[in-house]
């Protein structure tokens, strides 16, 4: 299905100049033009302009970075569940990274690979698709301070084992929430994002804030 200017504005609440803008910098694909003052932009365009202004008013994206997310990333617009799960693991990964292979990270890190196998079994790390970015650069730092401070890992296993339950209860969520009224997929993944990356964190580290309080009152 194809939408015209103004159907892609109302659909976006996006202005026609920014629509312009995006497809001047490559973030949308050029529109079909069956006649000289027809002009008919994919369906898909909706998603991409809303996964725009999420990054941009969410997490302070800006285009030229936008435009390497895009080029570095094959994303499929037309799936939401798919864009979200994509869309995660970009964002868990940072704004600004450099991709290293195991054998450089291994270096750059200051760790044995018996290290880093041991990181990954416990699920404290991952190796994606395109290797190890800055951000694993900064969970193994993170790691070897708490080892040489002699920090109980338990509180890590926690961690993980909840993250565990909480991963499985999401996916089982959102793949519920997706089956409903395909016309709502764009709200249903706006607030599947929201969930994951905003309420969730923000409701953890609060109940972090609050249970410090209350002891040092106690105290």
């Known amino acids: 299905m194809s939408l015209k200017m103004k159907e892609l504005m109302t659909q976006t609440n996006e202005s026609k100049s920014t629509i312009l803008y995006y497809v001047k910098e490559g973030l949308l694909p050029e529109p079909f033009k069956p006649k000289p003052n027809v002009h008919l932009y994919d369906e898909s365009c909706v998603k991409?302009?809303?996964?725009?202004?999420?990054?941009?008013?969410?997490?302070?994206?800006?285009?030229?970075?936008?435009?390497?997310?895009f080029s570095d990333n094959n994303f499929t617009f037309n799936d939401s569940f798919e864009m979200m799960i994509k869309s995660l693991e970009l964002i868990s990964g940072g704004k600004e990274n450099t991709w290293h292979t195991q054998e450089d990270f291994l270096e750059l890190a200051e760790i044995s690979q018996d290290e880093l196998h041991s990181y990954e079994k416990s699920g404290y790390i991952f190796?994606?698709?395109?290797?190890?970015?800055?951000?694993?650069?900064?969970?193994?730092?993170?790691?070897?301070?708490?080892?040489?401070?002699?920090?109980?890992?338990?509180?890590?296993?926690?961690?993980?084992?909840?993250?565990?339950?909480l991963a499985k209860q999401e996916f089982d969520t959102g793949a519920a929430l997706l089956k409903n009224d395909k016309n709502e997929h764009d709200k249903q993944y706006e607030l599947l994002f929201?969930?994951?990356?905003?309420?969730?964190?923000?409701?953890f580290n609060m109940h972090t804030v609050s249970e410090h309080q209350n002891r040092f009152?106690?105290?």
Do not use: C
């Open 217 to 219: 009152k106690e105290a």
């Open 48 to 69: 991409m302009i809303k996964f725009i202004k999420h990054l941009q008013h969410n997490f302070s994206y800006s285009i030229a970075e936008i435009k390497a997310i």
């Open 194 to 203: 929201d969930l994951i990356l905003t309420l969730k964190p923000y409701i």
């Open 127 to 165: 190796e994606r698709a395109r290797g190890f970015s800055s951000k694993e650069l900064d969970i193994v730092k993170i790691l070897q301070t708490a080892k040489s401070l002699g920090l109980d890992f338990s509180l890590l296993d926690t961690y993980v084992d909840n993250a565990k339950v």
